[in-house]
């Protein structure tokens, strides 16, 4: 198949192993990244290494990572970000070097994701993740000691604080500012060792506790492919992220943007959308949701898409426990539907 079809992988400590993952048919890539270092630091070669190897001798190829985190500072502008960038190129580099082809990062402020439950039960006793606007209002975490799943736990409620005020005095220009100087920097280095860049959708694409955020819409995404005009500048494109403010049109994103060869990197998963905007991640399956995942597989092979594609979250299914999101059944029943879905089409389409 033209695509690339890929899993994400934990490391060594994941009970998802990689045995698992080659067991899983038509799985080619693996998605990982150095766990042992803190964002801002050099990402060990004996590491990546290891990484390669162990991917190698299960008959899988470790080409894609996900992610090498963007430091605090270099979204801040602070002082010490050039100097952030420069170890940033340096881990491009080194990626580079065990065979790494594309790398996925974001620039949101301080959590990389959101949720008001990681667990909730389905009727048919699977659970999933879930955002639920009622749970989410009336907690302001500037003068609540709040701890929401998927939140860095290392920050203290002080160091929060201080991040969020920091954030809502930069403001969304500011953001694009520091967006633009990072890029600047990164993608040449990117795109001379043959990497391509993939930013990921904030999640969810609207603004949090006056957190700004940047990578929400279709007009954002074109401002940011703008920055350098580069297919080493490409997008992950997150259908669960995108997909859960109603005003994405997710399935002309992804036309427009595969249309052009921005996207390096496709996540896809399905969510239900609610009337009061919350959401429920869901199966992949079209019907379970709010997306529709066959049009969106339809328009990737009609453009000819030869990405990396990942099942991206799924449920807890089968009695199954380990890290909410990321067990094996649910993502392994995605990725065999994607591909029965790919296959199908790169038929009709060659
Ligand atoms: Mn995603």
Request: negative net charge; charged residues 25%.
């Amino acid at each position: 198949m033209k695509m690339k079809m890929s899993f994400r992988w934990y490391g060594e400590d994941d009970p998802v192993t990689l045995e698992y993952i080659s067991q899983i048919p038509g799985m080619r890539s693996i998605v990982s990244a150095v766990y042992d270092v803190k964002p801002g630091e050099v990402w060990s070669e004996g590491s990546l290494a290891k990484i390669k190897r162990n991917c190698e001798a299960h008959g899988l190829v470790f080409d894609v990572v996900e992610s090498i985190p963007v430091h605090e500072d270099i979204k801040l502008g602070r002082e010490n970000a050039d100097k952030l960038i420069d170890v940033y190129c340096e881990n491009i580099r080194r990626c580079a070097k065990y065979g790494v082809k594309c790398i996925t990062y974001n620039f949101m402020p301080v959590f990389d994701w959101t949720r008001t439950q990681l667990d909730k039960r389905a009727n048919d006793g699977s659970t999933s993740l879930v955002m639920y606007m009622d749970q989410l209002k009336g907690l302001d975490p500037l003068t609540d000691d709040i701890h929401l799943p998927g939140w860095d736990s290392s920050y203290t409620q002080l160091e929060v604080r201080g991040l969020i005020n920091a954030y809502s005095a930069l403001g969304e220009e500011g953001l694009w500012k520091n967006l633009e100087t990072f890029l600047k920097k990164v993608i040449p280095v990117a795109q001379q060792c043959g990497v391509k860049m993939a930013i990921h959708p904030d999640d969810p694409p609207y603004p949090i506790f006056n957190l700004p955020r940047i990578i929400t819409c279709e007009k954002n995404l074109d401002r940011m492919l703008s920055i350098v005009d580069s297919p080493a500048n490409s997008l992950c494109l997150c259908t669960g992220s995108l997909g859960c403010a109603k005003s994405n049109d997710v399935v002309s994103m992804v036309k427009k943007y595969s249309a052009v060869g921005r996207i390096a990197f496709m996540h896809i998963r399905n969510v239900k959308l609610m009337e009061d905007g919350s959401f429920e991640e869901r199966a992949h399956l079209s019907s379970c949701g709010s997306l529709d995942i066959g049009e969106i597989v339809r328009v990737l092979a009609k453009n000819g898409y030869d990405g990396y594609v990942r099942p991206d979250h799924g449920r807890m299914i089968w009695g199954e426990s380990g890290k909410p999101g990321y067990g094996l059944y649910d993502r392994a029943l995605g990725a065999t539907y994607l591909n029965g879905l790919f296959e199908a089409y790169e038929k009709i389409y060659g």
